[in-house]
């Protein structure tokens, strides 16, 4: 049973929760219930959205900038504080203002953080008495991601994704993001997958204790070696732009790049931090994607960052 907690629950909290990049993504073969058993690694990176939630006559949430993002009872964010009302049985309507700097459908996991943001906000701002568990579990019935979005850091996701152990990877890990025109629908990367496969033999990638061998070593060289994803071929093969996207990050000096999970954002992982500000400035001007954004890792998970009686 959840329970509130006796101290006076704050009137707005404000919460970031960052993206995800899939260092290692293998994926299997389509189950009855429409999913696939994966295994990856998800490494969380200090791109975030900042969600404010604010107790209010009704529900509503609004997203700055708009673009692209699921409005009403489709937005997971609503989707979340809605859950979380029904299963502790407390709380009322909240408004929910989500400042998004993550990718909209960019394979970023973005709907998931705003998901595990409004469910840690919401449990703050009704002073509820649930652990990370239970909200990892409530989570993963909104999406597969977001569990890993309530964990942050380094961690292997087996399962649809939604099972979690941490991976011990403390040497920050530096990237530069090249965000593409437009999303891609998750569903149909899989689905393309799926008819990849029926058709050819698209690369599958090794085991995943190699990436877990080269974060251990906390070279970035090795981990670059080792980036893979079973849904890149198919990400390509819907936006065969991204081929150029991935070639011109590595001529800009990128010691590796990805596809990030269902794209079309790609990942391209730099030595340190000041060839990441190179690569990033060279690859803007390449034409190849829409805009870059540096960003480094292991971030945290979906952390209350402020909270107050008023809104300032
Ligand atoms: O769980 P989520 O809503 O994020 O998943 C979106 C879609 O992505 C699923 O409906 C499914 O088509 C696909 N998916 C999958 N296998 C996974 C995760 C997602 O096929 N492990």
């Not at 994704?161 to 149909?188: E, I």
Request: proline share 6%; aromatic share 2%; with cysteine.
């Amino acid at each position: 049973m959840i329970t509130t907690t006796a101290h006076r629950a704050p009137a707005v909290v404000r919460v970031r929760a960052s993206a995800k990049i899939n260092l290692h993504l293998a994926v299997g073969d389509l189950r009855p219930d429409g999913y696939h058993d994966l295994v990856t690694v998800f490494h969380a990176v200090d791109l975030a959205d900042e969600v404010t939630l604010q107790t209010a006559e009704r529900h509503s949430v609004r997203t700055v900038p708009a673009d692209g993002v699921p409005v009403g009872a489709k937005n997971l964010a609503g989707v979340a504080a809605r859950m979380l009302a029904r299963r502790s049985g407390a709380g009322g309507p909240v408004a929910i203002e989500i400042a998004k700097q993550i990718p909209v459908a960019g394979g970023m996991a973005g709907g998931s953080a705003d998901a595990a943001a409004a469910l840690v906000g919401c449990a703050a701002l009704w002073g509820l008495d649930i652990g990370r568990g239970e909200l990892a579990e409530i989570g993963a019935a909104i999406g597969a991601d977001v569990p890993f979005a309530l964990t942050g850091g380094t961690a292997v996701g087996t399962g649809r994704g939604d099972r979690l152990s941490p991976v011990l990877a403390r040497t920050p890990l530096h990237w530069v993001l090249a965000l593409a025109d437009g999303g891609l629908s998750t569903p149909a990367v899989f689905a393309e997958l799926d008819r990849l496969r029926t058709v050819s033999a698209p690369p599958r990638v090794g085991a995943v204790t190699r990436m877990l061998a080269a974060l251990a070593s906390g070279d970035p060289a090795q981990v670059a070696a080792v980036l893979g994803n079973d849904l890149q071929p198919a990400a390509i093969s819907l936006q065969p732009g991204l081929r150029r996207t991935l070639r011109a990050g590595l001529s800009a000096g990128a010691l590796g790049g990805v596809v990030s999970g269902s794209g079309p954002t790609v990942a391209l992982l730099c030595a340190d931090a000041e060839s990441a500000g190179g690569v990033a400035a060279e690859l803007a001007g390449s034409g190849t994607c829409r805009t870059v954004r540096v960003a480094s890792g292991p971030a945290p998970g979906a952390r209350v960052v402020g909270s107050g009686s008023v809104r300032h």
